[in-house]
């Protein structure tokens, strides 16, 4: 389950040269196959990787109502730097069918944001944080879900110079779209569950994004940007062929 990825980042600082950040993406919680155990079973798998950061890329709960009972458990996670977090279209209550049928009732981003930090977690809603190492910075900034249509990347990049590294969390991979998106160094993505039925020689049958062929899973180069966008450790529809569940860990290299 655990893929294992090297980047290579010509505008990373030396100082961060060989930082892993573990991302967990499309956990699922409260689903058939993403119970109170299933979720455990995640957070000792991302601890024994000790990664140097690790990344919520949204979806980590199923239905908003599952909040109060699973996202606690995530607070078990240890990263010898920090955790960030960003919201999904599933925090947003907005699934793949809800064009036809609207929204379900969710907190606000606000609300997330305070439950995110009972955890000792921090949220980041279309806004940059600093991480800082060895004299030298790097941005991490966090970008609504584009799916739910609440990704402001403009207002992510305020505060980031145009000369500085920057690497974006988000959930769906259809922000490398955006007009912006070269000032993004790396983008980190799921959302697609990497497709969840894969053909062999057809690829996947659906997936929830633009260009789904190129983009379902993987190392993306695209607009003058990096992507990865990682499978996911859990899905909202309980089954895969094909397409492994992914807990990624990637290592930065300049």
């Known amino acids: 389950m655990v893929e294992r990825v090297t980047i290579s980042l010509p505008r990373l600082p030396e100082a961060f040269d060989g930082t892993t950040v573990a991302a967990i993406a499309d956990l699922h919680g409260g ?35 599952h909040a109060t009972r699973y996202l606690p458990l995530l ?30 009732p969710v907190p606000s981003a606000e609300q997330w944001r305070a439950m995110y930090a009972q955890l000792g977690m921090s ?29 402001d990347l403009p207002a992510a990049l305020q505060c980031v110079e145009g000369a500085e590294f920057s690497l974006a969390i988000t ?47 993987g190392l993306i180069r695209a607009n003058n940007s990096t992507m990865y966008v990682t499978r996911g450790v859990g899905e909202g529809l309980p089954f895969r062929f094909c397409c492994n569940r992914e807990l990624s860990l990637l290592t930065l290299r300049k």
């Open 171 to 217: 959930h769906s991979p259809d922000l490398i779209d955006h007009p912006r998106i070269a000032e993004v160094d790396l983008v980190l993505a799921g959302h697609t569950h990497g497709g969840q039925v894969r053909l062999p020689l057809l690829g996947p049958l659906y997936v929830p994004c633009r260009r789904p062929r190129e983009r379902s899973a």
């Open 75 to 104: 607070s078990e996670l240890k990263a010898k730097v920090g955790i960030w977090a960003a919201l999904g279209n599933h925090e947003h209550g907005f699934v793949w069918y809800s064009r036809f049928f609207g929204r379900w």
């Open 123 to 151: 949220l980041l809603v279309n806004e940059a944080q600093p991480l800082h190492k060895g004299g030298a910075r790097i941005w991490l900034i966090g970008v609504d879900d584009a799916y739910s249509g609440c990704d």
């Open 31 to 65: 689903r058939r196959l993403g119970g109170a155990g299933a979720v455990k079973k995640i957070v000792e798998m991302v601890n024994s990787l000790q990664a140097d950061v690790i990344v919520l890329l949204g979806d980590m709960v199923h239905r908003a109502h």
